[in-house]
T-cell receptor, first 113, second 112 residues
Framework: NAGVTQTPKFRILKIGQSMTLQCAQDMNHNYMYWYRQDPGMGLKLIYY???????DKGEVPNGYNVSRSTTEDFPLRLELAAPSQTSVYFCASDRDPNTGELFFGEGSRLTVL | DAKTTQPPSMDCAEGRAANLPCNHS???????VYWYRQIHSQGPQYIIHGLKNNETNEMASLIITEDRKSSTLILPHATLRDTAVYYC?????????????FGDGTTLTVKP
């Protein structure tokens, strides 16, 4: 049982490039989330999904896209990377919305130069 | 979800109890208090949650005041590995846990 797995752990992008951050969970959780965390700050919700085929915007969705074709996977796509997207990205999943126990991945550190 | 207020930083001596306060004066009757922590550069980790009664698990204890306007997370015997940012979150049941706001939290430094 690996929990929530994120890849890659580190990535450097040039301005204007695109990439996909991968997130997979093996706990059969319906709810999945993407956050970004800037240095010294809390987490900001980018996108979330309540099940396969259903996604919705969070607090800071601009510049990102997501898809949820399976229960296990929730990739985050960055289009036309900008320096403002330099951050650490965390994926999380929720066992049960009533318990509120979020399970987080180890993060993906992205630098845009 | 109600807003929470936490001190930005605290120190604690190794082996002593760490008491982390959280103010949630606008909490509603059905909202739970949750605590997570984030050890440097790792993903946040769930610690404990409660509604009105005090709660204890293998990691910590949660004390919620009778009026529920504040709470304290207690790490009974802090170790160096407990150095982390601690987040206090308030949310109602049947709401999307991932939409809870993780503010700036309290940075706890455990010193030898």
């Amino acid at each position: 049982n690996a929990g929530v797995t994120q890849t890659p752990k580190f990535r450097i992008l040039k301005i204007g490039q695109s990439m996909t951050l991968q997130c997979a969970q093996d706990m059969n959780h319906n709810y999945m989330y993407w956050y970004r965390q800037d240095p010294g700050m809390g987490l900001k919700l980018i996108y979330y999904s309540v099940g396969a085929g259903i996604t919705d915007k969070g607090e800071v969705p601009n510049g990102y896209n997501v898809s949820r074709s399976t229960t296990e996977d929730f990739p985050l796509r960055l289009e036309l990377a900008a320096p403002s997207q330099t951050s650490v990205y965390f994926c999380a999943s929720d066992r049960d919305p009533n318990t509120g126990e979020l399970f987080f991945g180890e993060g993906s550190r992205l630098t845009v130069l | 979800d109600a807003k929470t207020t936490q001190p930005p930083s605290m120190d604690c001596a190794e082996g002593r109890a760490a008491n982390l306060p959280c103010n949630h004066s606008t909490i509603s009757g059905n909202e739970y208090v949750y605590w997570y922590r984030q050890i440097h550069s790792q993903g946040p980790q769930y610690i404990i949650h409660g509604l009105k009664n005090n709660e204890t698990n293998e990691m910590a204890s949660l004390i919620i005041t009778e009026d529920r306007k504040s709470s304290t997370l207690i790490l009974p015997h802090a170790t160096l590995r407990d150095t982390a940012v601690y987040y206090c979150i308030v949310r109602a049941p049947n709401t999307n846990a991932g939409k809870s706001t993780f503010g700036d939290g309290t940075t706890l430094t455990v010193k030898p």
